[in-house]
C-alpha cells in the first residue's frame, strides 16, 4: 500500500501481418484558431502492419459517427479487405449508440483502453505528435500564419506516407503496403516546398489581353481528389487549384516584406535628367569643355571677369546679367544669378551642385535649392558621333 506504482508500458512492435487487421484512430482536442470553414477538429487513422495515415478534419466532435463508416467503406471498396478490430480510448464521440451499431452490423470489434491510461493507443498518439511536429515545422519554416494549420496537417500526412520508417525497417509506409495489396490508382503529384511561391496560369477567360499571364499566389498543398495544386491568393482570398503552376522554390511568399522595393528600383532617380532645371546651376559649378574638367576657385567667383573655369569665347555671368538688366524694367528689385549652359556643360559629380545666392544686393537676398540633377560622364558631348558607311556599296548605309 506505500509503494505502488504504475507499471511500464513497453515498447509495441508491429505485430499485425495483413493490413487493416488492426486499426488505431483517435480526435485532436480543438485548435485555438478556427479556420474560415469552422474546422476545429481532425481525426487519424492508422494502419498498424504498414503505418499508413489518413486524416479527416471535422467541424464539431460529434462528426465521429459519420467519418467512421465512410473509411470503413473506403478501405472495403480501395482494397477489397476488411477492416477487423478498431482501437481507440474511451472518448463519449466513440461510444455512441449508433457506432456499437455500425460495429455489430459489420462484425468489428472495438477495443478501447483503460480510464485514465491513453498509453495503451500509443501508435495513434505518437501520430499525432508528429503530425503536430511537422506542421510546426511547415509553418513556422515558411512564415506562415496560424491560421492555414488545415492545409499544413493534410500536407504532413501526405509527407509522411511517403518518407522512410524505422519501424518498418526505412521503408515508406506507403512502399510497405504496395508489397501487401495492389494499390488502386491516385492521384501521385511530386512533393513541393510548403509555403513557397507559386505562379498560376490564368486562363483567358479570367484575364484580358492587358493583364498578366499569371497571378502570384502562395503553395498550400494538393486536392486529394482532383490532380492539381492548391494555391492560395491572400488579396482576393481565392483558392486555385490547377496543374499550370510555376513553383519558386527558394522564396517563400510570407518570408519578405512586400512594401520594400529591390536596390535596382531605389537607384533610379525620376529627376535624374531634368532638362528643364538645368538654368538652375550656379555659377559654383565649373563648366568643363572637351580639354579637361578644371574647378573653378570660389573666391574668384565674385569678381567682374570670366573665371579659370570658363571657356574662352563664352560670356560670362556678369555679361548676361548687366545685358538683361538694360532691357528688365527698374521696378524689378531682386535678380538671380544665372550660370550660362552650352551642351559642352556638364556635371560629374552631384557634390558640385550648390544653392544659388543673390551677390549683387545684400539687402536682399534669395536662395533656390537647385535640383537632383547630374549628367552621365561623357568626354564628347556636343559632338556628333562618327558614323560612316562601310563601303559604297551597302544596301542601306548608316549615313
Known sequence: MAKSHRTSYPLSLNK???????????????????TQSWIRWFITFVDDC?????????????????????????????????VKVIRSDNGGEYLNFELLKFFQDNGILHETTCPG??????????????????????????HIPQHYWVEAVTYAVYLMNRMPSEVLSFRTPLQTLTQHVQI???????????????????????????????????FLGFNPHQKGYHCYHPSTHHMYVSMDVTFSKTEYFFGLDQSTSSPQEEQLQPDAYNWIDLPQLSEQTSPRGESGSQESDPGEEEGSGSGEGMESGEPSSQTIRSARD??????????????????????????????????TSPSSS????????????????GKPPDRYSPNDKARYAIT
Open 50 to 82: 504498414t503505418r499508413m495515415t489518413w486524416l479527416y478534419t471535422m467541424q464539431h466532435k460529434s462528426d465521429v459517427r459519420n467519418i467512421l463508416p465512410i473509411f470503413y467503406h473506403m478501405v472495403h471498396t480501395q482494397f477489397s479487405l476488411p
Open 326 to 359: 538694360k532691357n528688365m524694367p527698374e521696378q524689378q528689385d531682386r535678380q538671380i544669378e544665372v550660370a550660362p549652359f552650352s551642351p559642352q556643360t556638364h556635371v560629374q559629380d552631384r557634390s558640385d551642385i550648390h544653392e544659388v545666392s543673390n551677390t
Open 366 to 381: 534669395i536662395s533656390l535649392s537647385a535640383p537632383n540633377y547630374s549628367l552621365p560622364p561623357r568626354q564628347n558631348r
Open 117 to 142: 491510461t491513453p498509453q495503451q493507443n500509443g501508435v495513434a498518439e505518437r501520430k499525432n505528435r508528429h503530425i503536430l511536429e511537422t506542421k510546426r515545422a511547415l509553418l513556422i519554416g515558411a
Open 16 to 34: 499485425s501481418t495483413k493490413p487493416f487487421e488492426l486499426i488505431h484512430y483517435d480526435v485532436w482536442r480543438p485548435a485555438p484558431i478556427t
Open 184 to 218: 488502386p490508382s491516385f492521384l501521385y503529384l511530386e512533393p513541393r516546398v510548403f509555403g513557397c511561391v507559386a505562379y498560376v496560369h490564368l486562363q483567358k477567360s479570367q484575364r484580358t489581353k492587358l493583364d498578366p499571364c499569371v497571378v502570384r499566389c502562395v
